[in-house]
């Protein structure tokens, strides 16, 4: 009995020091992060650190409103761009391991209108293709000039990027994808697909993975916010998140920027599941925590079956027209919706009007880095968002 208090009291005062450790790093490191935002090139900035245990650090600088003086926390919310796309590839398997699909399937066996590439009228685009760029789809100009649209009519002193259409021009999203994909679709091109047949040559398309969401709604009878909702962010408790702003906690929103003085005008991604999930590093965190446990045998919103088919490298030399080797290239190989690097990261980067993101997961120490920025970035701005980044691989393993 003695000996077990002996050991108690022991685990008991090497936690107090672990804690007072972890605190006085953090501390250290925040005092760094809040340096580098003193270039004065980004608004706000919001970071996580994790594991498969959860978020190690977490801290929001700067301003989500300057206007008001508003501070960006680790709880402030904002779109996330194409770090949206992974949830994507776990709700694709989330249907699978339901019975609803199969990754190899044709996706016509899902749509109401027909996708096929006319340069290969008799080959079928799968779902596989979709989820790793190979679908032959490519996006058209019509996904840029029409695919973003303001809140309101009346923004105010806000900036309205020329790409902004008005809100009267919001479509629903399936009837977007048809526009643009099937024969009959008004904005139709031949050349929105490749010349290559399917499945060989990787093509980064956005509008293949809003295709891939559409594709799980007509699978599962559910609407693709909904079924995510049920099948992940509930689970790991992401009450911050969601996919349109009625979803979400407004007031806890970011205003976003094209450069540190100029507020954009409040915009909707009318193609939202390839960008247009608003949620906080803290909830971004659970999620990549759960990535990292996933990718370790222990995740709890999809089997490991499931987990080594999302993390696996579908991907080689003859898919590509050229590959990039650097750390954190997700695009040198493809999971399911997520990216592989040739050097053992794998996560997902993102980008919108007055967004900046990166998510990322060390593969041999299995620790994890989230930024997430409010703010277009010019060549200063993106020495200051390097910067925060490596600040944070310098810290990771000290946590």
Known sequence: MRKLIILILLNVLLYQSYAQTNDSIAKKLTKELEQ?????????????????????FEKGLGYSNREDNKIYTENTIQN????????IGIALLKAQELGKLNLNDPINKYLPFKVINPNFSNTSITIRQLATHTSSIRDPSKYEKNGYVLKEKNNGAAKVNSNFR??????????FLKNILHKEGKWY????????????????????????????????GESFNEFTKTHIFNPLEMSNSGWF????????????????ET????????????????TSSNDLGKHLSELISGYNGNGKILTKESYKKLFKSYLADKNFKERNEGLYDDEYNMGIFIGISAQGQIGHTGGDPGVVTHMFFNTKTNIGKILIVNTDLEKDGIKEFIDIWKKLEEYEIKL
């Open 36 to 56: 580098i935002y003193s270039q004065g090139h980004i608004n706000g900035f919001s970071v996580a650190i994790v594991n498969q245990d959860g978020i190690l």
């Open 80 to 87: 996330i761009a194409s770090i949206s796309k992974t949830f």
């Open 166 to 175: 008005s809100p009267d021009e919001m479509v629903p999203y399936n009837e």
């Open 189 to 220: 091109k031949k050349n929105t697909f490749l010349k290559k047949e399917p499945g060989t040559i990787f093509e980064y398309s956005n509008i293949a993975a809003g295709l891939a969401a559409f594709v799980i709604e007509n699978a599962v």
């Open 245 to 260: 702003l009625s979803e979400v906690d407004f007031s806890n929103h970011s205003k976003l920027y094209s450069d540190k």
């Open 263 to 278: 507020e954009l005008a409040l915009y909707q991604l009318v193609n939202y599941p390839d960008g247009g999930l608003i």
